[in-house]
Protein backbone atom coordinates (compact mmCIF):
# COMPACT_ATOMS: atom_id res chain seq x y z
CA UNK A 1 0.00 0.00 0.00
CA UNK A 2 0.81 3.67 -0.23
CA UNK A 3 -0.15 6.12 1.77
CA UNK A 4 0.02 10.18 0.03
CA UNK A 5 -0.17 13.36 1.71
CA UNK A 6 -0.62 16.82 0.22
CA UNK A 7 0.37 20.09 1.68
CA UNK A 8 0.81 23.55 0.05
CA UNK A 9 -2.91 24.62 -0.13
CA UNK A 10 -4.05 28.25 0.05
CA UNK A 11 -5.93 31.21 -0.34
CA UNK A 12 -4.00 33.32 -2.77
CA UNK A 13 -4.57 36.03 -5.50
CA UNK A 14 -5.55 35.75 -8.93
CA UNK A 15 -2.10 35.79 -10.99
CA UNK A 16 -0.40 34.68 -7.87
CA UNK A 17 1.34 31.25 -7.74
CA UNK A 18 1.31 28.29 -5.63
CA UNK A 19 3.48 25.25 -5.02
CA UNK A 20 1.61 21.92 -3.95
CA UNK A 21 3.82 19.05 -2.61
CA UNK A 22 2.81 15.57 -2.21
CA UNK A 23 4.66 12.96 -0.26
CA UNK A 24 4.55 9.47 -0.81
CA UNK A 25 5.54 6.85 1.78
CA UNK A 26 4.89 2.60 2.12
CA UNK A 27 5.31 0.61 -1.02
CA UNK A 28 6.96 3.36 -2.63
CA UNK A 29 8.95 1.13 -4.94
CA UNK A 30 6.13 -0.03 -6.76
CA UNK A 31 5.07 3.60 -7.70
CA UNK A 32 5.69 4.12 -12.02
CA UNK A 33 3.38 7.10 -11.71
CA UNK A 34 2.25 10.41 -10.12
CA UNK A 35 -0.30 12.66 -10.72
CA UNK A 36 -2.77 15.21 -9.77
CA UNK A 37 -6.22 15.66 -9.86
CA UNK A 38 -8.86 18.70 -8.69
CA UNK A 39 -12.11 18.76 -8.21
CA UNK A 40 -14.23 22.22 -7.95
CA UNK A 41 -17.69 22.36 -6.12
CA UNK A 42 -19.78 20.77 -8.31
CA UNK A 43 -17.94 19.57 -10.33
CA UNK A 44 -15.93 15.88 -11.33
CA UNK A 45 -12.62 15.17 -10.62
CA UNK A 46 -10.49 15.93 -13.66
CA UNK A 47 -6.75 15.53 -14.62
CA UNK A 48 -4.68 18.53 -13.80
CA UNK A 49 -0.96 16.56 -14.66
CA UNK A 50 0.87 13.44 -14.79
CA UNK A 51 4.17 12.34 -14.23
CA UNK A 52 4.97 9.20 -15.73
CA UNK A 53 6.57 7.59 -18.94
CA UNK A 54 5.74 10.67 -20.17
CA UNK A 55 4.28 13.98 -18.86
CA UNK A 56 0.12 14.91 -19.50
CA UNK A 57 -1.29 18.42 -18.56
CA UNK A 58 -4.73 19.45 -18.88
CA UNK A 59 -5.87 21.97 -21.35
CA UNK A 60 -6.70 24.70 -18.98
CA UNK A 61 -3.72 24.20 -17.17
CA UNK A 62 -0.82 23.97 -19.99
CA UNK A 63 1.54 26.58 -19.51
CA UNK A 64 1.11 27.38 -16.40
CA UNK A 65 1.17 24.69 -14.00
CA UNK A 66 4.41 22.35 -13.90
CA UNK A 67 4.74 19.18 -12.11
CA UNK A 68 8.10 17.33 -11.02
CA UNK A 69 9.04 14.32 -8.62
CA UNK A 70 12.43 13.73 -6.69
CA UNK A 71 12.41 10.12 -6.67
CA UNK A 72 14.98 10.40 -3.79
CA UNK A 73 12.10 12.27 -1.55
CA UNK A 74 9.14 10.28 -3.05
CA UNK A 75 7.71 13.89 -3.30
CA UNK A 76 5.49 15.25 -6.76
CA UNK A 77 5.40 19.14 -6.47
CA UNK A 78 2.69 20.71 -9.02
CA UNK A 79 4.17 24.62 -9.44
CA UNK A 80 0.91 26.64 -10.20
CA UNK A 81 1.60 30.15 -11.81
CA UNK A 82 -0.41 32.73 -13.12
CA UNK A 83 -3.07 31.36 -10.70
CA UNK A 84 -7.52 32.12 -12.14
CA UNK A 85 -10.55 32.39 -9.71
CA UNK A 86 -11.34 29.02 -11.62
CA UNK A 87 -8.29 27.24 -10.33
CA UNK A 88 -9.79 26.99 -6.77
CA UNK A 89 -10.19 23.67 -6.05
CA UNK A 90 -9.53 20.71 -3.75
CA UNK A 91 -6.21 19.05 -5.32
CA UNK A 92 -5.70 15.44 -4.90
CA UNK A 93 -2.70 13.56 -5.46
CA UNK A 94 -2.25 10.24 -7.21
CA UNK A 95 -0.14 7.32 -7.43
CA UNK A 96 -0.26 4.66 -9.80
CA UNK A 97 1.48 1.42 -8.99
CA UNK A 98 3.12 -1.27 -11.19
CA UNK A 99 1.29 -4.49 -12.25
CA UNK A 100 -2.14 -4.70 -10.26
CA UNK A 101 -0.58 -2.49 -7.81
CA UNK A 102 -3.69 -0.25 -8.38
CA UNK A 103 -3.88 3.53 -7.77
CA UNK A 104 -4.19 5.39 -4.04
CA UNK A 105 -5.64 8.80 -3.41
CA UNK A 106 -4.37 11.26 -1.01
CA UNK A 107 -7.09 13.43 1.24
CA UNK A 108 -6.57 16.30 -0.88
CA UNK A 109 -5.43 20.23 -0.18
CA UNK A 110 -7.50 23.34 -0.61
CA UNK A 111 -6.31 25.59 -3.49
CA UNK A 112 -8.71 29.26 -3.20
CA UNK A 113 -7.91 31.97 -6.09
CA UNK A 114 -9.52 35.02 -5.21
CA UNK A 115 -10.29 37.68 -8.06
Known amino acids: QVQLVESGGALVQSGGSLRLSCVAS????????MGWYRQAPGAERELVALSGDDTKYGDSVKGRFTISRDNTKNTVYLQMNSLKPEDTAVYYC???????????WGKGTLVTVSS
Open 26 to 33: GSTFSIYA
Open 94 to 104: RAYLRGSGGNY
